[in-house]
T-cell receptor, first 109, second 115 residues
Framework: GQNIDQPTEMTATEGAIVQINCTYQTSGFNGLFWYQQHAGEAPTFLSYNVLDGLEEKGRFSSFLSRSKGYSYLLLKELQMKDSASYLCAVRGDDYKLSFGAGTTVTVRA | TAGITQAPTSQILAAGRSMTLRCTQDMRHNAMYWYRQDLGLGLRLIHYSNTAGTTGKGEVPDGYSVSRANTDDFPLTLASAVPSQTSVYFC??????????????FGPGTRLTVL
C-alpha cells in the first residue's frame, strides 16, 4: 500500500518563507510531484523530483531524499495568492500517482 | 486551447438514480484518469485508461464504470448512486503513462451531491 503524510494546515505571513514537508512509504518509486490547488479549482502542476536534491523554480523549490522517503516544498517571498492547498503525490511501481491529503497554506497580511 | 473540460459543473442526484459525468480533452493525450476528492482523504483514483480502447481499475472503483471509445472522451458512470458517492470528481489526462516524469493535467471538477 501507499502512505503519504503531510501536515494538514500551515499559516505564514506575507513575504515570509514556508516549508511543507511530505514523507512517504510506497511500493516502488518513480518520482514525486507537487501540485497547487486553490479552493474550488483544479490541481495545477508545480514540480517533479526523481533524483535527490533541490529543484528551484522561481519562488518555489522542491527537495527530495529518496533514502529518507522525504520531500519538501519551499515557498519563498509569500504572496496572498499563494494561499492554497499543496498536494504531494508519489508515482509508485505501477506508475500511478498516490496523493497525500494536502496541506492548506494560509498567508496573512 | 481548452485543455480538459468536465460537465456538469455540479449536480444534485437522488440516491438510486444513474448519472454520467463527462470529460473531454483536446491535448491528444494518451491516458485519462478519474479521481474523487474528499475532505481529509486527498485525491483517490477511481478508474484510468492508458490508451483508447483500454481501461483499468484504480483504488476505489466500486460503483463506477468507464469507457474509452476514442482519445478525447472518458465518461464516468454511476449506475445507482449512493450518498457515499457525494464528492468532487476530477478528470485528468497525461501523455506518457509509462514514464516516471509523466505529468497529469486536471479538469475543473464536478461537484456531485447524492441525497
Amino acid at each position: 500500500g501507499q502512505n503519504i503524510d503531510q501536515p494538514t494546515e500551515m499559516t505564514a505571513t506575507e513575504g515570509a518563507i514556508v516549508q511543507i514537508n511530505c514523507t512517504y512509504q510506497t511500493s516502488g518509486f518513480n518520482g514525486l510531484f507537487w501540485y497547487q490547488q486553490h479552493a474550488g479549482e483544479a490541481p495545477t502542476f508545480l514540480s517533479y523530483n526523481v533524483l535527490d536534491g533541490l529543484e528551484e523554480k522561481g519562488r518555489f523549490s522542491s527537495f527530495l531524499s529518496r533514502s529518507k522517503g522525504y520531500s519538501y516544498l519551499l515557498l519563498k517571498e509569500l504572496q496572498m495568492k499563494d494561499s492554497a492547498s499543496y498536494l504531494c503525490a508519489v508515482r509508485g511501481d505501477d506508475y500511478k500517482l498516490s496523493f497525500g491529503a494536502g496541506t492548506t497554506v494560509t498567508v496573512r497580511a | 486551447t481548452a485543455g480538459i473540460t468536465q460537465a456538469p459543473t455540479s449536480q444534485i442526484l437522488a440516491a438510486g438514480r444513474s448519472m454520467t459525468l463527462r470529460c473531454t480533452q483536446d491535448m491528444r493525450h494518451n491516458a485519462m484518469y478519474w479521481y474523487r476528492q474528499d475532505l481529509g482523504l486527498g485525491l483517490r483514483l477511481i478508474h484510468y485508461s492508458n490508451t483508447a480502447g483500454t481501461t483499468g481499475k484504480g483504488e476505489v472503483p466500486d460503483g463506477y464504470s468507464v469507457s474509452r471509445a476514442n482519445t478525447d472522451d472518458f465518461p464516468l458512470t454511476l449506475a445507482s448512486a449512493v450518498p457515499s458517492q457525494t464528492s468532487v470528481y476530477f478528470c485528468a489526462s497525461s501523455d506518457s503513462p509509462g514514464r516516471g516524469s509523466d505529468t497529469q493535467y486536471f479538469g475543473p471538477g464536478t461537484r456531485l451531491t447524492v441525497l
